[in-house]
């Protein structure tokens, strides 16, 4: 995978904190799939399907939060110029990052979104401090939103696996630097 659609950098690995960055809201976005995969076992307004819900959704807004000084973090430092390769490899890694980037951004303010056009608010947990609706509630827009909201992640589960994948053929089959540059 290659990593060029910003500031073309001299870096010969990724820093400390967009390692960081990387890893915590790799294990984040996992933590709300696993959360609401795992509702969906749950029997319907059990505690347990409340807390897994719970889960998911400041899993999700955690991702949000990160992303943004994570972006910062990457139009301020760039990142090191992509392992030598063919230039289709290194246009399609970029081309990946960016669409996770979007993902990143879109996926918890859609889930955010129908939340509040479903009449709920997110809730910061032990505080109880409620952060205020950004929509007004409606069921049309619930369902429109809960769909997008839906469709991408299911298409995520594809598009992360490949990022993946190609990640560790990049370790194991080309015996890059691409996997242990991202690493530590
Ligand atoms: C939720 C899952 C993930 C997301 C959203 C994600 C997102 C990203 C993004 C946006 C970049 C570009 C970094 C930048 O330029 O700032 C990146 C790079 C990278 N990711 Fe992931 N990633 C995920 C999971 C994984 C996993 C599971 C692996 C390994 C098995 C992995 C390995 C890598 C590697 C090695 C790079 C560096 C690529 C390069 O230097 O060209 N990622 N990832
Ligand atoms: C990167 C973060 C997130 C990912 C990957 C993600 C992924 C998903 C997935 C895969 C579903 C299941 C859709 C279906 O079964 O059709 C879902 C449902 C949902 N998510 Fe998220 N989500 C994220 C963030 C959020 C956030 C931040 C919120 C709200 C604050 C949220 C609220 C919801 C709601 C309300 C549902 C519908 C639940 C239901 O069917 O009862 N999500 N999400």
Known sequence: MSTTFSTPSTLARYSGPAVFFHWAVFLLIATAYAAIELKGFLPKGSASRALSMSVH???????????????????????????????????????????????????????????????????VPGLGIELPSLVA??????????????????????????????????????GDNTLRRMWR
Not at 89 to 104: E, K
Not at 154 to 169: C, E, K, P, Q, S
Request: net charge neutral; proline share 6%; no cysteine.
């Open 57 to 123: 959704t400041w899993a999700g807004a955690l991702v949000l939060v990160l992303a943004v000084p994570r972006l910062l973090w990457r139009l301020v430092r760039g990142a090191p110029a992509p392992e030598p390769g063919p230039r289709w490899m290194q246009l399609l890694g970029s081309a990946m990052h960016f669409v996770l980037y979007l993902f990143i951004f879109a996926q918890p303010v859609l889930g955010l979104l129908a939340l509040n056009a479903d009449g709920h608010l997110l809730t």
């Open 137 to 174: 509630q409606s069921k049309d827009l619930k369902e429109i939103l809960e769909d997008v909201h839906g469709t991408l992640g299911t298409a995520f589960y594809m598009v992360i696996g490949l990022h993946a994948i190609a990640a560790l053929f990049h370790h194991y089959m080309l």
